[in-house]
């Protein structure tokens, strides 16, 4: 019981799928009315179905919708003689085929429906579904009427010719009926072709619209295409006006049309009849203008005429317009017009352009005073209209001239341009002017203005292209534009342009610098005041090219060193001076800069040269790369006298010992207040050498035991060995670093672990593990570094850099060369025991719980939940066994 209980659900849950997604075949709606003698198509299509996606399709008919099961075999998608006998002749000639649009759609076309095809069609799918369910087949019923729509054109005669002239009206008949049995309404579409496709002019659909075609919609709004539903069946194309395209054939195309079962609209058949062929004589117009091109001098009047001719007789108006092109392929949008006169002759009204009308077809155009900007292409366009039977104007041809081309020629004045320099440059940096004057000027009214452009014109030799910068220009405003050459010096005030008089122009270089060398020239534009009070440029003069060049010689520089004091010995101080000469410098000023080439190894500056103090043009001292810590204030740069510079060292070290020179740069006055760099130059060499004599330091790495394992403490000791006169421990202090090299080789760069200064101050650098240093100074010449708690990271070659510092005789520090000791490899090994220890303890220790935890699970288990099943189990095999028996 309680088994069949839980099945009942599932069954009924089996049954709502099945009939929510059961297999559908559908068919249209019926009944479908067809005509007789037709192509009628049946669709038929198949949903939510199982297997396979392509599905078959069994078609058969029946007279007798009422009788389902006399239903004759038609045709079939997947069985060739599945169709009955009075099928097969109609199907083996296709008149009747099966169409498959799809995998699961297909239609049934017979070609050409008879009055016997009347009936029930009934569309069969096989079933294919794992669980039959749905609805395998569905019927349409078709209704075969007999042909009674009729369609011809004007009396039923055959297509005639209309001539007409272009602008005439016409209008053109269709006679459409049916006798139809059922309630069908027509479809009129009027139609033409001009050796193309047939397009559509207006159509009056079967819901009763007017529906314009694409290239007829703008005349069918404004009436000039009408279709009129007349009496006895007459449906009447009128065209207002005859164009030139209308020429062509004409037809008219009437469909009968059903309203279906789903109450959508269905065409069951389709007929047309040509009309008419219309032929449209164009009406003859020329426009011409009787000038040719034409050239008036500025001030002066114009005058065009323009004349038409036409083959237009009867009652007809003209419009005229003229039109200013500045190109003779400007279009019509593009032009401006300029007057027009319309039908009634009346005209436009324009203070400085008159048009008048000579005759019928002539019109005469008069502009007063013209300018520079009248200068272009005319042209006019005449229009002829003609009544129309219900008191309109129609426009029947349009043309337009061919453009006249007139020139209007400006009256320039008369002038002359003359450039000089009233301000030559003997040295560089010396200013420069240059003046542009308008000479000998004639025909300068008031309406005519003079600006100037600069150009500047770089030496060149005769074979070589001349190229000319502009400097600047002016606008008809006087605006000056400023050319790129010059647009920052102008900005600075170091390029001045000015207009001191009326007909005088300045260009003024404040401080001539070797690139300014070259030809100048100046060009004098003069422009005319138009009508409109915008200005033309129509005349430009240029003046002779002036050369601004002066005499140079190259600059010289002599810096001579020399040292005051001939010997002195460390801790003294160093002296001396530095005396320069110059030669072509107009009032120089020097910066100094000290620079030594050290003997002995300097490690901060391994490349040789080092920058010690600098003293500028301005008298500004600056310390270079002096960074000795102890001598903040042990280098001195000071100004003699104006070309005499003295250095000095106080506190001389060993370590100071090489060659220094003095480093002059010779500055002159540039424009805006700077200063220009002229030339440079170096001195002789001045040497600091010392006798050394005294002791010799070597130092060396020690370990008891580089190699350990994580965790250990590693130690290493740094010894420092003396040779040659001892020395007292109080004589002596040592400044020590510790570095390490992290490979086996040395191709690395150096890391920094730990520094002990010769004042007792401890550095240690900042480390990323768990690891750390410690540094201890064991004796006066032995340090130890201490690495605790070694890691991986701590491989590698270690070593320890010295740098001793000695007290001389009178009581000071004397700085001793560097010493780095022979590297000591550093191993860290890993010790597996202790490694995997702990993790394998732990590992054992959990899988043991989770092998005791499953054990008593499944004692449990076995023990309370599954001991009734089993022996009812056990009891069941053997009742089967007892039977089997028997």
Request: hydrophobic share 35%; net charge negative; charged share 25%.
């Amino acid at each position: 019981m309680g088994h069949r209980g839980e099945k009942a659900p599932l069954l009924l849950l089996l049954l709502l799928f099945a009939s929510c997604h059961g297999r559908i075949v559908k068919v249209p709606a019926g009944p479908l009315i067809r005509v007789e003698g037709t192509k009628v198509a049946i669709p038929c299509n198949v949903s939510q179905y199982d297997g396979p996606s392509e599905q078959n399709f069994d078609w058969e008919f029946s007279t007798n919708p009422t009788q389902d099961n006399k239903f004759l075999h038609v045709v079939s998608t997947w069985d060739p003689t599945f169709m009955s006998q009075e099928y097969e002749d109609r199907v083996n000639r296709k008149e009747i085929t099966l169409k498959r649009n799809s995998n699961d759609a297909v239609e049934l076309v017979i070609h050409s429906i008879r009055p016997t095809d009347q009936g029930m069609y009934r569309c069969t799918t096989p079933s294919t579904d794992a669980v039959f369910w749905g609805n395998y087949n569905a019927k349409v019923e078709v209704k075969v009427i007999a042909d009674g729509l009729t369609v011809s054109g004007s009396k039923g005669r055959s297509m005639s010719t209309r001539n007409l002239s272009e602008g005439d009206p016409f209008q053109l008949p269709c006679s459409a009926s049916t006798n139809s049995s059922e309630h069908t309404h027509l479809h009129v579409s009027w139609e033409f072709k001009n050796d193309l496709a047939w397009q559509e002019i207006l159509s009056l659909t079967h819901e009763g619209k007017f529906q314009p075609g694409p290239e007829y919609n703008e005349r069918y709004i404004i009436g000039e295409v009408r279709l009129d539903a007349m009496a006895n069946d007459v449906y009447r194309l009128s065209v207002s006006q005859a164009l030139p395209t209308d020429e062509g054939a004409y037809r008219c195309r009437v469909s009968e049309w059903v309203k279906g079962a789903d109450g959508s609209w269905q065409k069951i058949q389709e007929k047309s009849a040509d009309v008419a062929n219309v032929v449209v004589q164009p009406t003859a117009l020329g426009v011409f203008i009787t000038s040719t091109n034409v050239s008036v001098t500025e001030r002066d009047s114009l005058d065009l005429t323009c004349n038409f001719t036409t083959d237009r007789s009867g009652i007809f108006q003209t419009k005229v317009t003229w039109y200013f092109s500045e190109s003779p392929d400007g279009t019509m949008g593009e032009a401006q017009v300029l007057l027009s006169a319309d039908r009634d002759s009346v005209i436009s009204d324009s203070t400085l352009i008159g048009l008048s009308h000579v005759d019928r077809s002539s019109y005469h155009l008069l502009v007063r005073d013209v300018g520079i900007e009248d200068s272009g292409y005319y042209f006019c366009q005449a229009a002829l209209w003609v009544p129309q039977h219900n008191g309109t104007w129609h426009k029947i041809a349009e043309r337009t001239s061919v453009p006249v081309s007139v020139e209007v020629l400006a009256l320039e004045p008369s002038y002359n341009v003359f450039l000089n320099a009233s301000k030559m440059p003997k040295y560089s940096e010396d200013p420069t002017e240059l003046e542009c004057k308008i000479t000998e000027a004639q025909n300068t009214e008031a309406n005519v203005r003079f600006t100037v452009s600069w150009y500047y014109r770089l030496p060149t030799r005769s074979d070589e292209v001349v190229k000319d910068e502009l400097l600047a220009t002016m606008d008809a405003d006087w605006t000056l534009v400023v050319g790129d050459r010059s647009k920052q010096r102008a900005q600075n005030g170091e390029i001045i342009f000015f207009k001191p008089t009326v007909n005088t122009f300045r260009l003024r270089i404040q401080w001539t610098s070797e690139g300014d060398k070259g030809n100048y020239y100046c060009v004098i534009s003069s422009w005319s005041r138009q009508r409109n009070n915008s200005w033309i440029r129509i005349k430009d003069v240029a003046s002779m090219p002036v050369s601004i060049l002066w005499s140079t010689q190259d600059y010289a520089l002599t810096v001579e060193a020399v040292k005051l004091k001939p010997f002195f010995m460390a801790g003294h101080t160093f002296e001396m001076t530095c005396k320069v000469s110059s030669q072509n410098i107009k009032t120089p000023r020097y910066s100094v800069l000290i620079t030594a080439e050290k003997l002995l190894n300097d490690q901060s500056n391994p490349n040789g040269t080092t920058r010690i103090i600098s003293l500028n043009q301005d008298s500004v001292v600056r310390r270079e790369d002096w960074t000795d810590q102890d001598r903040v204030d042990g280098v001195v740069l000071e100004k003699v006298q104006e070309n005499e510079f003295r250095y000095r060292m106080y506190q001389t070290q060993i370590s100071d010992a090489g060659l220094y020179r003095c480093v002059v740069t010779a500055w002159s006055p540039g424009g805006g207040g700077m200063w220009r760099e002229a030339v440079n130059g170096l001195s002789n060499p001045i040497q600091i050498d010392f006798q050394i004599s005294g002791p010799v330091f070597n130092v060396s790495v020690h370990s008891d035991s580089p190699t350990v394992y994580r965790g250990e403490l590693v130690t290493l000791d740094c010894i420092i060995t003396i040779e040659g006169t001892p020395l007292n421990p109080d004589d002596m202090s040592f400044n020590v670093s510790w570095f390490a090299l992290r490979s086996f080789t040395m191709d690395k760069d150096s890391v920094f672990l730990a520094s002990f200064s010769r004042k007792g101050i401890v550095t240690l650098a900042r480390r990323n593990g768990s690891s750390d240093v410690s540094l201890e100074r064991i004796s006066s010449l032995e340090f130890r570094l201490r690495v605790h708690g070694c890691e991986d990271q701590d491989f590698g070659n270690h070593y320890c850099l010295v740098t001793p510092w000695v007290r001389s005789v009178a009581g000071v520090w004397q700085q001793e060369p560097e010493i780095r000791s022979k590297p000591v490899l550093v191993t860290v090994k890993m010790d597996v025991l202790n490694a995997f220890k702990y993790p394998l303890l732990i590992g054992i220790g959990l899988a043991t719980f989770i092998g005791l935890l499953s054990c008593l699970i499944g004692y449990c288990s076995s023990r309370w939940c599954c001991k009734k099943e089993v022996q009812e189990t056990r009891r069941e095999r053997r009742r089967l066994m007892s039977m089997e028996m028997d």
